[in-house]
């Protein structure tokens, strides 16, 4: 069920971009389209691009978190990746843009990803 799963979650990853872009963390979108063209260019770099991100920042990781015993750090290192993701999105696609370039990246990747956390536990599509 997982492509089944994803096609349900696609729209309401794309209106919670939409809210995000709504508040005030230098985000912009410009229309809906581009908003669910996000959605999918973010899952796709995140299908593509998440384990080789943990390979590359593995060590630091393992360092840092002790192996892993240190949940904080590793909700960091999750949380770098996704910063990474967005912002990698951001520049490949036209109308999505992060006015504040970092502080926007970071910002909205929080406040995405806790969104969609929240909302497709809601709708059991997580």
Not at 17 to 32: D, I, M, S
């Given at each position: 069920m997982g492509p089944v799963l994803w096609l349900l979650q696609w729209p309401v990853r794309a209106v919670l971009?939409?809210?995000?872009?709504?508040?005030?963390?230098?985000?912009?979108?410009?229309?809906?389209d581009v908003a669910l063209l996000s959605a999918v260019v973010i899952g796709l770099l995140g299908t593509l691009l998440a384990w080789p991100l943990r390979l590359l920042f593995g060590l630091p990781w393992a360092v840092a978190s002790l192996g892993g015993l240190l949940a904080p750090v590793s909700w960091l290192f999750d949380g770098l990746i996704a910063v990474i993701l967005f912002g990698l999105a951001a520049w490949l696609i036209e109308g999505f843009r992060l006015r504040s370039g970092l502080r926007s990246a970071v910002l909205g990747a929080l406040v995405y990803n806790v969104l969609c956390r929240l909302v497709l536990g809601l709708f059991g599509l997580a």
């Open positions: 971009l939409l809210l995000v872009a709504q508040l005030p963390l230098g985000v912009e979108l410009r229309r809906f």
